[in-house]
Structures are given as C-alpha cells and as structure tokens.
C-alpha cells in the first residue's frame, strides 16, 4: 500500500502559504507601526492643544458654571465633560501609554495634571477617552467622537492584502499543476503500459515531453524503455507466429504422407496426433496474437453463436444443449467469441460427458453465458490457477490433456477484450461451471 | 471427359509434390508452380479449372496474385494458408477466392473441398456474377463472397459451412420448389464436417435461425417433394 501523500502540488502550496504568511505578518507589522506614528502624532498635538484650553477655561470658571461651560467646550470632535469626583479608572490599555507620552511631549505642562487616556469600545469602533485633574481636584473627562479606526484598518488591511494573497496562491496553485500535468500523464502511461489496451501488442502510447527539465528527463526515459518493451514482444510475437506458421508446412506434408499409410489403425493414430499438434499451434497462435488479427466488435446473433456450438458438437455425436433464446442481438468480437466458447465446450466435453450451454439475458443484469459439464470439476484452491496461461492440472485430473493448457486464458483474454468477467465455479452436483458476464455487449 | 486440371502454386516443394499426388490419385490432372511467375505462364498455356494458391508466397502475396487473376479470371481459387484464423478466412473469400483450407488438410478433405467447388462452378451460369453477390431476402442479407448472413436487425449471424451452401441453394431457386435428393447432393458436396446429419435435420436448423421475432422462417416444406424458398430474392 502507497502512503497517502500530499503529493507534489500540495507541498509547493504549503511553502508559498508559509512564504507569503511571513511575508505579509512582516510587512503588516512595519506599516503598522510607521502609520500609528504618524496618525497619533497629529491626533496628539490636536487633543494637547484643545485639552490645554480646555483645562484654562474650566479651571476660571466657578463649579456651578463648569458643567454648562464643559458642554460649550464639546465640538464635532471631541466630547468634553466635568465632574467633581473621580469615577473609577478602568484599567489602561499599553498602547495608550505611548499617545500620553506624546501628548506630554507636546504640552509639558499637562504632565502634571494627572492625565489619562484609555480605549473604551461603546459600539463596534473604539474611542480614545480619558480625564485629567483640574486644579482644584474635579475631572475632565473627554472622550473623542470619532473612534479610533486603526485596529479596524488593520484588520480591513488583513482583508485587503489577504485578497491579493489568496489571488496569488490560486494562480501559483494553477500554474504548478501545469506543471505536473506532464508528470500525471506520464504515470498513467506507466500504468497502462503492458495492459495491451487497443488491441496494440507492445504499441508503445508515446508521452509527449513537456514540462520543467526533470519531467523531460524522465518522460523520454520513459519512452524509450516503453519502446524497448514494445521492441522485445514484438520480436517475441512475430518469432512465435513464425514458428507456428512454419510448423504447419511441414504438419500438412505429415497429413498428406499419413494418407499413404495402408494400415488404418496406424494411419488414424498418426492423424490424431497431427490434429492435436495442429491444436496446440493454433492455440499458442491465439494466445499470442501471432495470426496477427485485430478483430472489431460488431452486431453479433449471440444466441445463434451458442445454438451452433451445440449443433456442432451434436453432429459429432456428442451431448451439448443449448438453452435460451432464440435470437439475441450484441455487440462483439465474434471470431473472439466464438473460440472462448469452443474453447469451453472442448473442455466440458473433454472432462465430462454432457454440457449445456445456457443463455441469459435478463433485462437489467449483465448477458450471461454458462458452459456446464458433469465431469470432475477442478479443485476449489485451484479455480484461480487455471486461467493461467500454461497451467494444467494434470496430477489431480485425466493425464491426457490435448495442448499447452492455454484454453482457459484464452477464454480470459477474450472475455476482458469484452469489457466481461470469466468465473469458474464447481457445480453443486458436480462437474464445472463456467460462467462468462458480459456487461457492456447490449446495444 | 477429360479430367479437370487443379493448378498447384505452392512454394515449399515437398507439399508441392504430395499435394500433386494426392490430387492424381484422385484423378485430376495437376499443373504446378513454385510461385507467381509460374503460374501466369501456366494459366496463359492450357485450360485450368481450379487454382490452389497458398496465401505466404515468396515475392507477391497470394492475396494480391488473388485480386490479380480476379481481374482477367473467373478461375476457382481455393486460398490454401497456414494462418488458421477465421478473420484470415474472411479475407480471402472476400477477394474472391471460393474456398478457404487451412493447413494441415488431409487428402480427403482436399479431395472433397475441390470437388465442391468445381460442382457449384458448374451449377452456375457466370460465376464471375456470383462473386459479388450480396442477396437480400424477407429483410436478409446473405453476402455469398464473405459467406455470411445478415439479420434484418443488422447483427451477423453465424451459419455453419453446410447451412450456408443449403441457404444458397434456396436463394439460387428462390420460389421454386427444391427436391430432398437435390439437397441431398449438395450436401454431400460439402465435407470437412464428418457429420452424418439428415438434409431435414439441416433444414430446421437454418428455419430456427432464420426465424425473426415475429414470424416464421420463409422456407416452407413441400409434402414428399422438398422444400421451397416463398419470398423473392433481390441482387444488390
């Protein structure tokens, strides 16, 4: 099993998500910091000058007068108020320390009237407020109109550069996938490579190189070891169908010669073998691809295809029945077909003494098609193994199996052509099973 | 009546030789060619009724000499190969050849594809028109070059060797009536199956395949006579 990864892209992202965090906490830090400066500089010398007039004009003005006087001294931007006892002091925010300190810094003289600032947050903005001793002892208390918006600029200012931010890593995100693109399509090459998909044996599907140097690198090793591979079975088939080819010249000369032969007992017993050399070349021809036939699906009576097989073996007095329809139109490798089931009833008929062929094409499941025969059966752990090329199971069944034990592969092969499903299963009351499901034959 | 002269264009030349024999044993005459050259000149020198041609020839395929000598010849050609696939077979009855035998053939066999081949020859008026027929009937396409059967609802389907040669009788005497023995004899023209079925037995077959969805198979017997074909044939 292959450990879940965040693959290629993810990590590129990760790094670009952490570069432009840091990135943009730094830089948000430095504004930050130069624009509190400069708005609080203003805004101090403003609130010094108005607190200090403020502070005279209150302090000539008797008690009774000053709430009166404190209201005059309100304007659109701050808003001025007295009293004559101390309400308790909220406790004061840091950053307020560093405007009272600029406020003094201004006006030296408040330093000694006790001032204070704090934020208080009365709605969703926040307001720099505070009071200062008059001479006497009473409060003014003064709270600014207009909140304080710089903590939410920054935070609009997060939003702001957020946007671009986000803008960017989907842009990076699109372009390191472009990236990889090449690197994805190279690896589902890979791993089709050797599938023998359309029909091709050893066609190498040639990946086109593109992308950073490295993927270059790897998809033209890649196509040429593919080309390699596709190299070696074709040279492997074209010996093999060449064999078989030049292995019949000299099987028919042996036929012919046979017929010769005056003794009949001898004459069938050479003919036997003949024709069972002959069946082991065509099925290794099959099996390889060596006839070199690349077949098309086409509209194909299928119940006529299996009716015949019966037909066929009856004539040569043997027990095959055919069951199901009468007509049933699909879509298929025909000559494919028609051999995976010769194959098949060969098999029933060489085990066994009776086969049925069963058709089934029930309305919403796959097309079935069943060879059963009432021989031995195969060996439950061995069902797997037969469908292996070259396997026979000759310890455990009759010693006199005809060919290289390709039938069942063969049968495999055709049917995956199909798009289908071959199973093997011993029957209940004996004998085998055969099963092929066909799922994407109706038309 | 002289015997029928069979032309052997074969290149491995023991099976030339054996091939020979087996044919004047039984009683043809035999011309032999080791490949194309050869057997321009001898189809220019004498007569020859049927040519066995093997398809993997040294210099020009046997396919291409095939089309070749359709287009001067309407001489028999039975394509001998050593590929023994069907879509191979197709092949070269579509080009024309009349027969198709796959290596190894015994003698019999040979004997009795020749045989057959030379009778329907000789059952036709032009043979060269036959080729290229592709006969409809009732919604049916028989094409006789490739020696398949067409459904009306498009999908092939598969006749054996001897249900095709039956359906070409039928079609050759459409709405006439064809007598058993007539069948009969044409039956026996056909081997390779060492079957021992009756021409009844046959003749229900074709009927199943033939039957459609709806209606009964267009061929109806006709009491102690045979059996008749009672739709039209049209030639396409």
């Not at chain 1, 029930?362 to 098609?369: A, L, M, N, S, T």
């Not at chain 2, 040669?165 to 069948?183: G, I, K, T």
Request: neutral net charge; proline residues 5%; contains cysteine.
């Amino acid at each position: 099993m292959i450990r879940p990864s965040v693959g290629l892209l993810g990590r590129i992202v990760a790094i670009l998500l952490l570069a432009v965090t840091i990135e943009f906490a730094v830089s948000t830090y430095l504004y930050e910091r130069a624009s509190h400066v400069s708005v609080r500089d203003d805004e101090a010398r403003r609130l010094a000058e108005h607190l200090i007039v403020a502070r005279r004009v209150l302090n000539e003005r008797p008690a009774f007068e000053r709430p009166e006087v404190a209201e005059e001294l309100t304007t659109d931007r701050y808003i001025v108020s007295w009293s004559s006892v101390a309400p308790p002091r909220p406790t004061i925010a840091p950053a307020m320390d560093s405007m009272r300190r600029q406020i003094v810094d201004w006006e030296p003289s408040l330093a000694a009237t006790d001032i204070h600032l704090r934020l208080t947050s009365p709605g969703r903005t926040s307001v720099v407020s505070g009071d200062l001793r008059l001479d006497d002892g009473s409060l003014l208390s003064f709270r600014m109109r207009e909140g304080v918006r710089t903590l939410d600029l920054a935070f609009g200012r997060v939003l702001l550069a957020l946007i671009p931010a986000i803008a960017l890593m989907l842009l990076s995100g699109a372009l390191i996938g472009r990236i990889l693109h090449p690197l994805r399509t190279l690896a589902r090459a890979a791993d089709t490579l050797g599938r023998g998909q359309g029909g091709g044996k050893g066609a190498a599907l040639l990946v086109p190189e593109r992308g950073p140097g490295e993927v270059r690198h790897v998809t033209r090793a890649f196509n040429r070891m593919q080309a390699r591979i596709g190299r070696l079975i074709d040279e492997r088939t074209r010996a093999l169908a060449a064999v078989g080819h030049d292995l019949r010249t000299p099987l028919a000369r042996l036929r012919l010669r046979a017929d010769a032969i005056r003794d009949d007992d001898v004459r069938e017993a050479i003919g036997r073998d003949i024709e069972e050399m002959e069946a082991m070349v065509s099925s290794l021809m099959a099996f390889l691809g060596g006839e070199g036939d690349v077949e098309q699906p086409e509209l194909t009576d299928l119940a006529i295809l299996c009716a015949n097989l019966a037909d066929d073996a009856a004539d040569h007095g043997r027990d095959v029945r055919y069951v199901g329809p009468d007509h049933f139109d699909c879509r298929l490798r025909r000559f494919g077909m028609k051999r995976a089931l010769t194959n098949l009833v060969e098999n029933a008929l060489h085990y066994g003494e009776h086969a049925i062929i069963t058709l089934r094409t029930d309305p919403g499941d796959d097309v079935r098609i069943r060879v059963e025969d009432d021989g031995p059966g195969i060996p439950e752990e061995s069902l797997e193994l037969v469908l292996e090329p070259f396997v026979r199971l000759d310890t455990a069944r009759r010693r006199d199996t005809v060919g290289f034990g390709l039938g069942l592969s063969i049968v495999a092969r055709v049917v995956a052509a199909e798009g289908g499903v071959l199973t093997l299963a011993n029957r209940a009351e004996g004998g085998l099973c055969a099963e092929i499901r066909l799922p994407h034959c109706r038309t | 009546m002289t015997p029928p002269t069979i032309l052997i264009v074969e290149d491995d030349p023991a099976l030339r030789t054996l091939t020979a024999r087996a044919l004047q044993e039984n009683g043809f005459a035999v011309k032999l060619a080791n490949a194309a050259p050869e057997m321009w000149q001898a189809l220019e020198v004498g007569q020859i009724d049927l040519i066995l041609l093997d398809i993997m020839l040294p210099g020009t395929s046997g396919i291409d000499l095939c089309r070749q000598i359709r287009q001067k010849n309407a001489v028999p050609i039975i394509f001998i190969s050593a590929k023994g696939s069907e879509v191979d077979r197709v092949v070269g009855l579509e080009l024309g050849a009349d027969d198709y035998l796959a290596k190894p053939f015994g003698t019999r066999e040979l004997v009795a594809r020749i045989r057959a081949v030379l009778r329907r020859g000789g059952l036709e008026n032009a043979p060269g028109e036959r080729e290229a027929g592709i006969l409809g009937f009732d919604g049916w396409t028989a094409n006789l070059p490739r020696r398949e059967l067409m459904s009306p609802s498009g999908a092939q389907v598969e006749l054996t060797g001897a249900e095709f040669d039956l359906l070409v009788a039928f079609l050759d005497n459409a709405q006439r009536v064809v007598a058993r023995e007539r069948l009969i004899e044409l039956s026996r023209a056909r081997i390779g199956d060492s079957s021992d079925r009756s021409i009844d037995v046959l003749v229900s077959r074709l009927r199943r395949k033939l039957s459609g969805a709806g209606g009964a198979a267009p061929i109806v017997t006709v009491r102690g006579v045979g059996y008749m074909l009672n739709v039209p044939v049209e030639r396409r």
